[in-house]
């Protein structure tokens, strides 16, 4: 029998590298979308040492730069024929506000814009699957956030819990948008929360700077380790349990209730026309 195929995003570290280690594990051939070569060469060694029956490879990607997400596209089609996983999960969250390639804010570009443009380049080959999941790596910072539709790209009054929360609505109005969009190809698409998870999501892995707060923090128990935090996505990945199951958001392997601002179905379609014009594909 064929491998199953899955790509994970931002899989050089934290939930990404758990989730890629743990569906090679069980057989996938796992594409890991990383943005630096050596940091997911590094990764990459780790996932190789698990062992297990699949396979993975690093396929170089850099979320914040349109023309990378293009070239990684066409570099996937040269590799697989099929995809029947795909795991956006790659974030980031920022104090200062930055701006990605392309000039959009950077949560907002790497988090919703550059998973929305890679996800649309990449359904043909989900498509050609018989049992296709699409798995959103949202976050309940979500219930923070608003869709500025006025000022999206944070021109003025940034702050990080209106940038961060801005992005994750986004993940899940995009994933529920999407599920709409797929269902008569047969591809599921959920979004979830990982819960609280001891990662170095927020540190600028280039300078180091915020690696201190990982260090206080991880002593603290609250804490899920990246393997817990990635078991809502191999679950959904992998649980013969969802198949059939789509546009929902799932915390802790079960689907749970978003609030009213998530399920609202005209923002969502509002988004997804903004965003195909920001990344240049609209009719
Ligand atoms: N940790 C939590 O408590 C928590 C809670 C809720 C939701 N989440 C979500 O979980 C997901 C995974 O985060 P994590 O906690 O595992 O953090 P992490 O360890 O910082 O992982 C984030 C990954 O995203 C990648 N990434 C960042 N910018 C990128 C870009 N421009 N292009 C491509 N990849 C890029 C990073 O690559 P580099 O190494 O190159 O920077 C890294 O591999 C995120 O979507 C986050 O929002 C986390």
Not at 43 to 66: N, Y
Not at 79 to 100: C, F, H, M, W
Not at 132 to 139: E, K, P
Request: net charge neutral; glycine share 10%.
């Amino acid at each position: 029998m064929t491998a199953k195929t899955a790509l994970v995003t931002g899989a050089n570290s934290g939930m990404g590298l758990a989730t890629s280690r743990e569906l090679t594990a069980r057989g996938y051939r796992v594409l890991m979308a990383c943005r630096s070569q050596a940091r997911g060469e590094a990764a990459l060694r780790q996932v190789e040492a698990v062992g297990g029956s699949g396979s993975a490879e690093l396929v170089l990607c850099d979320l914040a730069d349109l023309a990378s997400i293009r070239r990684f596209a066409d570099d996937v089609h040269g590799r697989v024929s099929t995809l029947d996983v795909l795991i956006n999960n790659a974030g980031v969250v920022s104090p200062k506000r930055q701006e990605t390639q392309d000039g959009f804010e950077l949560a907002l570009g790497v988090n919703h814009l550059g998973h929305f443009l890679m996800t649309n380049l990449l359904l043909d080959l989900m498509k050609t699957s018989s049992d296709g999941r699409i798995i959103v790596v949202a976050s309940g910072a979500y219930k923070a956030g608003k869709i500025d539709f006025e000022d999206p790209h944070l021109r003025q009054h940034y702050n990080v819990i209106r940038s961060y929360g801005q992005s994750k609505l986004a993940n899940i109005l995009f994933a529920r948008e999407l599920a709409l969009r797929v269902h008569e190809q047969g591809i599921v698409v959920n979004s979830l929360h990982p819960g609280a998870v001891l990662t170095q999501l927020g540190v600028n892995r280039g300078t180091g700077f915020g690696q201190g707060v990982y260090r206080a923090l991880g002593k603290l128990p609250a804490f899920q380790t990246p393997e817990e935090g990635a078991s809502t996505a191999v679950y959904l990945a992998d649980s013969p349990e969802v198949s059939g199951i789509s546009r929902e958001y799932f915390y802790r392997s079960q689907p749970h209730r978003l609030n009213r601002k998530a399920e609202d179905d005209e923002t969502a379609l509002r988004l997804w026309e903004w965003s195909e014009r920001e990344v240049g594909l609209a009719p």
